[in-house]
């Protein structure tokens, strides 16, 4: 019976420890932070490797280098521990573990995208659009308002109405739902883009450089529709030819 009861809390600790690693790795996945912490894991194999090899000198330096790791944790981290302590004290922590949230099937997405870039594109309403890939974008969607919204047709042309606050930036759409509006992205500064390219066209191409990111433009001036992808600008793309890159770009 004390077998059986020790198994139970060795169970129930097992698995809250897990849920906390899971959570925290889902919220250092995004940043940058996440090269740090690889660093933190290839010290901690150097350690286990040293002292199973009884490598002196190798342990010596692993051993005082621990020493000032929790320091450089807290000062790497600050940003990424306060953001964990604000999630886990929110209501979405909570819809994370009761249930996943509500997405647009991927042929949805594509389809809102599209009829909403050209219905910006017919009135030369600028948009910037970006789709986060692979790469993490929350550094730029905290900068952002955080909306957490399905991508839908009707709140894209919302968000881009030039009386609204929002129209000036960037939409970033995670997980085919909107994670945010509103956010500003490094502009490109490479000279061989042309200078007559506005500010969103620069800023499309500045977080396809760094990211893997998607970005869709449509010009304030010329109505012009434009895909950005690794630094490189295709413009002139009508629904046709949008629906049939992003189809591919997305399904990658």
């Known amino acids: 019976m004390a077998g059986f009861e020790l198994g139970i809390r060795e169970i129930v600790d097992i698995s809250i420890v897990t849920l906390l690693a899971i959570t925290i ?5 995004d940043t940058p932070a996440i090269q740090a ?3 933190v894991l290839f010290f901690v194999f150097l350690y286990i490797v040293s002292s199973l090899f009884q490598l002196r000198v190798l342990l010596f330096v692993v051993e005082h280098t621990y020493l000032y790791l929790g320091f450089a944790i807290i000062i790497v981290f600050q940003r990424e521990i ?11 922590y909570l819809k994370g573990i009761l249930g996943a949230r509500s997405e647009l099937p991927e042929s949805e997405l594509i389809n809102a995208i599209v009829l909403a870039t050209n219905t910006m594109s017919s009135s030369k309403t600028g948009a910037l659009l970006v789709i986060e890939r692979q790469v993490g974008l929350q550094e730029h969607i ?3 308002i955080f909306m957490d919204a399905i991508a839908s047709y009707d709140l894209i042309i919302t968000i881009f109405q030039p009386q609204t606050p929002l129209h000036d930036g960037a939409v970033i759409i995670r997980k085919r739902r909107i994670a945010a509006a509103g956010c500003f992205l490094p502009l490109s500064i490479n000279p061989k883009h042309a200078r007559e390219l506005g500010t969103r066209h620069r800023a499309a191409i500045g977080i396809s450089e760094e990211t893997d990111a998607i970005a869709i ?4 001036e010329t109505g012009i529709i434009s895909v950005v992808e690794k630094g490189e600008v295709y413009r002139h793309m009508n629904s046709e030819k949008l629906r049939s890159y992003l189809q591919k770009a997305l399904s990658e």
Do not use: D, K, N, T
Request: charge should be positive; aromatic fraction near 8%; charged fraction near 25%.
């Open 25 to 29: 790795v889902r919220q250092l996945r």
């Open 37 to 39: 912490v690889i660093a």
């Open 82 to 92: 306060r953001r964990a302590l604000l999630y886990f004290g929110s209501i979405p």
């Open 142 to 144: 905290e900068q952002g």
């Open 217 to 220: 433009v449509v010009s304030e």
